[in-house]
């Protein structure tokens, strides 16, 4: 459709505030891309990467104190606070506009505005939708065009003048005491200032995919979710298809994008996608995901041709790098790459590498093109998406949490869900290492009353019946006494999709416990894997007495959310404190 009256008064509304030089409307051309990139190389943005080793590759630095998502400074903007939740950030749909269009008001002058349409998710799929997004960053149109199926397509894609999310960005003065990041669900609306990193940004990733999505699929009756999406094919030729939702860097992109080590045998990960599912169900009663995402926003540092090849293999050309170091042989680099440090690199803020410290930032980020990964599931672009048969949530906890349990029941799974906890990682600014509950992997994504969420949940598991897809957790990062792993991970980590699958099909063996059912120790394949029996013992290990420390904290985290916590969550932490005794 040619550009709606509604969106032409809206983008008119935003210059009148921001003020710009000019007014650009994105086509999403490959010729407009290089048009950004030339722009950005004069201007210092970009930086060329090595043409033969890493053609059309590009490094770029942020400002050093904007390098990773600002929860604190993240608000949910609903007329009434409780429709926020405890978990949330509010402010006042009218307090907060008035706050930053003190900031907004001509902080594009000498710039240009950048209109850029784009759809998340195939483009025809019924499930997908359409975003506008206006921005004074060349970067960040350079990122989107990479994220999402952009430009004049996703004009096309209106349904009608008010189908779609509109998002105004600013970079700013990049200010921190001036940088917001405010999501006004009731109006499907984002606005975000004083940042120019990717995930504050690129408002097409967390702020609509997710918190913006969530409220949506709430009223619409689907589910927008912080998870992957892979395809595993059995031996008979079989492919089921699994979602996993982790905590930002806690290995889901080697998930998805898995080397399987049972091959071999048959079992072959591919991927549909890395970080975002959008799920409804479909015509049959089943539930079916699509990736809304057309691209990789991947943390470098720890991913390597061990890690995940299929990621390094993705992001050797056509890439944008943000915040890694640069080797004197014009090649990105980040630690956790090669063994070794290379000589004579630069930092990632450009400065000569002393040797000390990380030369890569920890939160440093590639983006590539996904169809760009040599295991992309050929069921990628598929506008009806692929039906879904378990739901994994997995957290990085050094203690307690075995290996791999499965949930009794989709309540149940719920329940598993939304008392998740984790180690925090470097993808969000504050301490790392720390316990925190994150439910769902969703803690900073839910855009409204995480308790309101829940019930979401569980209205979607009646709505799917016995079509509905098993449960289970997952934990690679259980240690030892000495703090050493007791599971390889990786491409070991196939090893647990077989049970998985096998579960589903009813073949495994479990042990019911406590928490759920656990893998007898003979029922992981562990053919050829480099692991003592008391190794496979203690990682699938659950301790009742220590699993009773667990109950405080869940049941802290559940107070918090008072009369809006639905009663089968009670129900269920009672069940699980009567289990352990």
């Known amino acids: 459709m040619p550009y709606s009256m509604k969106l032409k008064d809206w983008v008119q509304e935003c210059a009148n505030l921001c003020k710009p030089d000019s007014i650009y409307w994105c086509n999403g051309s490959d010729e407009e891309y290089q048009m950004l990139v030339n ?182 009756g689907w589910m927008a979710e912080h998870m992957l999406i892979l395809e595993l094919e059995t031996p008979d030729g079989k492919k089921s298809y699994i979602t996993a939702a982790l905590p930002s860097a806690c290995g889901k992109t080697n998930l998805a994008m898995m080397v399987s080590a049972l091959e071999n045998e048959g079992y072959k990960v591919k991927t549909v996608g890395d970080d975002i599912a959008w799920m409804y169900i479909g015509d049959d009663g089943r539930l079916y995901a699509i990736n809304p995402e057309a691209g990789f926003f991947g943390v470098a540092p720890g991913t390597n041709p061990k890690t995940n090849p299929n990621a390094i293999a993705s992001l050797h050309k056509n890439s944008i790098f943000t915040n890694v170091a640069l080797t004197k042989e014009n090649e990105p680099w980040w630690e956790g790459y090669t063994k070794e440090k290379p000589e004579g690199m630069k930092d990632w803020q450009g400065k000569d590498y002393s040797g000390e410290g990380n030369a890569a930032h920890p939160n440093s980020r590639f983006t590539a093109p996904a169809a760009q990964c040599p295991c992309i599931s050929s069921e990628f672009e598929n506008p009806k998406g692929v039906p879904i048969d378990a739901i994994l949530f997995g957290a990085r906890r050094a203690t307690n949490v075995p290996l791999v349990y499965e949930a009794l029941s989709w309540q149940h799974g719920v329940f598993v869900g939304a008392t998740m906890s984790s180690e925090t990682t470097a993808a969000a600014t504050g301490a790392v290492g720390v316990i925190r509950r994150d439910p769902f992997a969703m803690l900073p994504f839910i855009g409204y009353n995480a308790g309101d969420y829940f019930q979401h949940w569980l209205n979607m598991g009646k709505k799917l019946g016995d079509k509905a897809p098993k449960i289970f957790h997952i934990n690679w990062f259980r240690t030892d006494e000495d703090g050493k792993f007791l599971w390889p991970g990786f491409g070991d980590n196939a090893r647990v999709l077989k049970w998985i699958h096998e579960r589903m099909e009813g073949k495994a063996d479990a042990k019911a416990t406590a928490i759920g059912n656990v893998p007898t120790p003979d029922a992981l394949d562990t053919k050829g894997l480099d692991v003592t029996k008391e190794q496979i013992e203690k990682v699938l290990d659950v301790n009742n007495a220590n699993w009773k420390s667990e109950l405080p904290g869940m049941k802290e985290f559940f107070d918090k959310f008072g009369d809006t916590l639905p009663k089968e969550m009670w129900d269920e932490y009672k069940a699980l404190e009567q289990r352990l005794g």
Request: net charge neutral.
């Open 39 to 220: 722009k950005m190389l004069e201007d210092g943005t970009f930086h060329k990467l090595n043409e033969e080793t890493y053609p059309n590759c590009y490094l770029s630095y942020s400002n050093p104190n904007d390098v990773a998502r600002v929860e604190h400074l993240t608000f949910i903007c609903t007329k009434n606070e409780k429709d926020a939740g405890p978990t949330n950030h509010w402010k006042s749909p009218d307090e907060m506009k008035k706050i930053m269009r003190e900031v907004y008001d001509g902080c594009m002058k000498g710039r240009t505005m950048y209109v850029v349409p784009y759809v998340m998710g195939p483009l025809g799929a019924p499930a997908s939708k359409v975003g506008v997004e206006i921005t004074d960053s060349a970067y960040v149109v350079a990122n989107m065009k990479i994220m999402t199926r952009m430009g004049q397509k996703a004009l096309d894609s209106m349904k009608d003048e008010y189908d779609y999310v509109a998002g105004l960005h600013s970079v700013a003065d990049c200010n921190p005491e001036r940088r917001y990041i405010a999501h006004f669900p009731e109006e499907y609306l984002i606005w975000s200032v004083g940042s120019g990193y990717g995930g504050n940004a690129l408002l097409g990733k967390k702020c609509f995919a997710l918190r913006i999505a969530s409220w949506l699929a709430r009223e619409q």
